[in-house]
Nanobody
Framework: QVQLVESGGGLVQPGGSLKLSCAASGSAFTIYTMGWFRQAPGKQRELVARITSGGSTNYADSMKGRFTIARDNAKNTVYLQMNSLKPEDTAVYYC???????????WGQGTQVTVSS
């Protein structure tokens, strides 16, 4: 069982920045593929960004150049730096851990990000 705890959400004006953090339990964090997803009201959950155990990253097209995912294996933590935020980035952001070989996935409870003036 992997527990994920997100933090860092909040209210920000358009064009502003936020940094989300996700702390994971357990001693096998280094082998997990970690991801950030988001879900806006009335919409399906979508991938924001993902980072593999080796540090390879991929992003949804609308986030490229604005969002950066990173991991700190010493702290069992994955981050999402979000810049140039837009109102359409408003959503609940979820941290995700995928276990290799089994592809079992775990989710955090989510953190609300609201972009509004």
């Amino acid at each position: 069982q992997v527990q994920l705890v997100e933090s860092g959400g909040g209210l920000v004006q358009p064009g502003g920045s936020l940094k989300l953090s996700c702390a994971a339990s357990g001693s096998a964090f280094t082998i997990y593929t970690m991801g950030w997803f988001r879900q806006a009201p009335g919409k399906q959950r979508e991938l924001v960004a993902r980072i593999t155990s080796g540090g390879s990253t991929n992003y949804a097209d609308s986030m490229k150049g604005r969002f950066t995912i990173a991991r700190d294996n010493a702290k069992n933590t994955v981050y999402l730096q979000m810049n140039s935020l837009k109102p359409e980035d408003t959503a609940v952001y979820y941290c995700n851990a995928k276990i290799p070989l089994t592809n079992q996935m775990y989710w955090g409870q989510g953190t609300q990000v609201t972009v509004s003036s």
